[in-house]
Every structure is written in C-alpha cells, then in structure tokens.
C-alpha cells in the first residue's frame, strides 16, 4: 500500500500510461478483426468517444456501467489479500438482489427511512451468506473455493428464476416474467438528473474503506500476514479460520450490494437477466490492478468504457453485446503476456 | 418407469453426457501436466460455434468436426503460449480465454442464428442394430467418447509420454533432472486439452441442438472441470462421470416433458447441487490426488 500521496499518482500515472498503450494494441487488433468481419468497428469507436465524453448524460451512463464493477472488483480483490480465489462474485451478486427483493415484498409499507436501509443490509448479507458457503467449505478443507465459487454462481441466477416464474411473478409481467416494481420509497435515490444513483456511493465508500483496512489497521497487517505465508501467520497466533469466513462474508455482502443497486436503483424490480457477467468482469478487474484500492477504480471506468463500444456496436454494427469480450480478452493478454509474475490473486 | 421412458432418459443421457466426457479428458490431460484451464467453457464455445459456422457452410458435420477440433486447439495454445511461456497467472488467463471464447463464438455464430443444419449422421451399429430401436442409434462422437477415454488414460498411465507428462505435473523440477522438457510436454498437453473440447463443444451444436445459440454451452465447461475432481484426474473414472452428470441432466428434460409439477429451474439446480456434494464427499474422504504442482508456474531449474 503506498502512503506517500505523490508516489502513489507517480505510480498511477505510469500505470495508466502503460494501459493505454495496451488499449490502443488491443482497440487496433480488434478493429482489424471486425474490418474481416464485414463491419465498421471505427465508427463504434467514435461513436462511443462522441457519446461517452460529449455529454453529461453519456458520462453518466459510464458511471452506472462502472457501479457494478467497482463493487465485485472488492469482492474478488479482498479474499485475495488473504489467499483466497473468489471468483464467485456473478452468484453473490444475484443473491443479493433477490434478498433485497425479499425485504422490499415484506417491508414495502413503510417509510424510505426504513426499507433502504433495510434493503442494503438485506443485499448484503444475501451476497455474504453466498459466500460464507464456499468459506466454510475451504475453512473445512473439504472443497477449494475456486471450484465452489464457480459453481453457486451457476445455481443463484437459476434460485432468482425460479422466483420471479413462481412466487413473485408479477401478474403484469407477460413473456418476460419479472417480480413486481418496487415501491418508491424502496428505490435508492439518483444522483444529478442521470441515472447514476446512490449505489455508486455505496460502490466508492467500499473501496474506500477497502483501502483504508487495508492500509491503516491492524487488520490489513495480519491479512498481509495470513497472505504472506499461512502458517507463519497461525503460529503467531493470528486467527486464519475466522479471517477466512469473515473476508469471505465480507466480500460477498460487497458483491451483494451491487445486486441490491441494480434492482433497487436501475431495474426497480428483480429481472433473470440481472447481470451480463459483472462478477467474473470485477474479477478481471481487481486482477488487473493487483487489487489495489486505485487500480480497481481506474480500471473499472476503462471496463466500463468498453461496455460503451460494446453498446455502440450492438446499435449501430448489429453485432451481439457479447463480441466487446473480444476486444476486453485481448487487453487481458496482453497484460498477462507483459507481466511475467502476476501478483497476487495467484 | 416403462420402457419407452428408460430408452429415453439412457439415449438422452448418452447424449448430453457424451460432450462433457470429451471436455473433461481433455482437462484432466492438461491438470496432469500442472495446468489449471478454467476457459475450458469458451474453448467449447468456440468449437460449438466454429464446428456449426463449417457445417453450415459446407454441408458435412464430419468437416464441421474437424474445424472445431481445429479452432479448439489453436485457442488452446494462445493461453498454452501465456501460462507456459509467459508464465502468466493460470486462473486470470483461464476466466480471459472464457470471455475470450464467448466474445468470439457470438461473432463466429452471428450469421448462423436460425440456420437449420441436418447435424451428425446417425450411425447403426451391429450389436445395438439387433435391439432395433431407433432411439439407441448415436452420431460417431458418441461411439467414440468411451474408447476416446481409455486411449486417454492409455496414454497417460502406459506410455513414457504419459509417464513424462505426469512427472511434469507432479514436480518439473524432477522432470528437468530426468531429461525431460517441461514445456514441451505442456504444450502437447494443452494441443491435445483444446482438440478435445472443441469437440465437445462441437457435439453439442452439431447432434445435441442442432443450432447455435450465445452462451449455448451453459456452464458444462465449468462442471467438466469439476468432474475431473470427481474423477480424481483419471479418464477412466471420467466416464462413470459424465454419464452420471449426462443421467440428471437428461432425467430432468424426461421429468419435463412427462409433464412433471416440478420448476425447471429447480431441476436445473440439480447437476450443479450434484457437483458440489460429489466434491464435498471427496473432500471429506481426504480423496484428492491432484498432481502436485498443479497450478503452479514452472519458471525453470536455478
């Protein structure tokens, strides 16, 4: 963690710089890509630049695309500071929505003062319980996490299905079932007239809290310990079992809240397609910043702005959404293909 | 349970199982030699997408086959090239190649949506010909999925090849000593892992769907790599496996289409409640038998 303010820009700058090049690799090749492929990926490019930074409601959009990411980027980058793979985020996400759905349907007669705050915490324990699952399995040594965290994150999106095409089916919802709208005082508030909303106060104030346990606690340093070498860390007495399933539950109430944000704020209600794989995205993302409180923020926003192209190619290219995983897998390689020794999430 | 209703849910559970056994050799061929692939789901994507683009084109599923068995390899070896070469980070290039793989499926696929195809020829085998029931006649994958995984396990348990291969996953350092190239044994393995998950992703758009779909694979990539727990990284245990897997996936559609009052979501959940019970009950036996240095880099001998 570095300390010193204008060693830490230094460091930023340098890492931006080195992105960009890296983009500019990637956004050619794909380019290239896309010509063979008969389309016109120059034009989403500018598009995307005139849509995104030419006005606010553009800018705004990318900051709502951003929201997610930041959260499940501190999902995944927190477990890692102890040596745990949580690639479960996509699942914890969804579990937090559909608790948060479950307390709006129970609670939806009372005041804002009451359902918001309720939902939140709803949302976060709903992700965290999600995570605390595949903790207590590690803590057990009976199944690695990685492998477990994959899998639950198959089963909540099938758990919300079943949910919203049974027991909460709004009777309005046609073919596309979805549970009923939320009551007014059950939507979190939106920020300057767009549709960035409270939840990327949520997002900021978890990483920044993310980098100050980190940094400034006692915490941080015996995570660091149990990072460093497990066994040295238990022999000094530090308490790994319980640092497992606290950071795992921690983690996945952080990857709850944005499922919480995303049906509170965005949709207004619980929908199946609650995600296009924000999860394994804010894996991504931490990984690449090498869970650092400032790398994930930078590296969000530029996984957001990618999101944008993808957009832009699905409306005006006919393309589907999903071909923009090109463009972000090769920046991906890139990367991995430039720095030899990965750091942490290893 | 009748006996048209049995055919059925062990025709179906053939089928589905068949490409979840391809995957989950091709994965355990590359774990022995240390490597851990989580963009086994995108390999299959694109050899489902490739396999159903070449099919389409050129009107022979056997061509089809063969371009996916293609295009899974040559994916394989860009994430062979950064773990091995490049000693990047296992897991992170595993989930990218996944994204990689659903980016480039949807783009390969994009003109084929909605395009019929006559898929893999049914094939009639003697022995089975004499039940004479058309429902237990199966595509050549199918045939050749069982006798696929015993040269597998042949390969890795009963040739020096195997045997070298094995040594890398269990310790390089070892294998270095023993004159044997670490990388180059991980290279094949990975060659051999992306051949045969692009298979697998090709029998399922080819004799499962018959379609392509975004995303069609649906997470058999992810429950192939748990099934090589479940086998404890031996092919042959591999297919009592996917035939299970196969089994609940296929007993679930049964119970569907026999108008069961159960949520098929709810019957969904099953393969993945399944895995993960299989691999709580491995982990509490203590049954692990992973190779040794499986997801470690190896970044040479001082």
Known sequence: MQRDGAAFWRLLSAQAIGIAVVALIALGAFAALLLAAGKNPLQAYVDTVVYVFGNATGFAELLVRMTPLVFTAVAAALPARIGLINVGGEGQLYMGAWLATAGELALQNHSAFVLLPALTVLGFVGGGLWALLPAILRALRLVNETISTLLLNYLAPLIVSYFIFGPWRSPESSSYPESPAFVDAARLPTLFHSRVHAGLIYALVCLGLYWLALGRTRFGLQMRAIGGNVEAARRLGIPVMSYTLVVMFIAGGVAGLAGMAEVSAIQGRLVAELSPGYGYAGFLVAWLAGTGAGGILVMSFLFAVLGSVGDMLQITQNLPYAVINILMAGILFIVLARRPIGRAVS | ?302
């Open chain 2, 1 to 302: 349970m009748n006996s048209a209703l049995l055919i059925g849910v062990v025709a179906s559970s053939v089928m589905s199982g068949t490409s979840l056994l391809y995957a989950t050799i091709g994965e355990i061929v590359g774990e022995r030699a240390g490597i851990v692939n989580l963009g086994l789901e995108g390999i299959m994507l694109i050899g489902a997408a490739t396999g159903f683009a070449a099919t389409a084109l050129t009107g022979d599923a056997y061509l089809g086959v063969a371009a996916a068995a293609l295009a899974g390899t040559a994916v394989n070896l860009i994430f062979a090239y950064l773990v091995i070469g490049r000693h990047a980070n296992q897991l992170a290039t595993g989930l990218t190649l996944m994204f990689f793989g659903l980016g480039l499926s949807a783009l390969i696929g994009r003109p084929f949506l909605g395009t019929l195809i006559a898929g893999l020829p049914k094939l009639r085998l003697l022995g089975l010909g004499i039940m004479g029931n058309p429902l237990l006649s199966f595509d050549v994958l199918v045939y050749l999925a069982v006798p696929a995984a015993v040269l597998v396990w042949w390969l890795l348990f009963r040739t020096t090849w195997g045997l070298g291969l094995r040594a890398v996953g269990e310790n390089p350092v070892a294998a270095v000593a023993a004159g044997l190239s670490p990388s180059r044994l991980q290279y094949q393995a990975l060659g051999l892992a992306g051949l045969l998950g692009g298979i697998a992703g090709a029998h399922l758009s080819l004799a499962v769907t018959m379609t392509w779909a975004e995303g069609m694979t649906a997470g058999r990539g992810f429950i192939a790599i748990a099934l090589v727990i479940f086998a404890k990284w031996n092919p042959l245990w591999a297919i009592a496996g996917a035939l299970l897997f196969g089994g609940a996936e296929s007993l679930q559609l049964q119970l569907q289409a026999a108008g069961a009052d159960v949520s098929p979501f709810i019957m969904n959940m099953v393969p993945y409640l399944l895995t993960l019970a299989v691999l709580i009950a491995w982990g509490w036996r203590r049954q692990g038998a992973a190779p040794a240095a499986l997801g470690r880099n190896f970044v040479g001998v001082e």
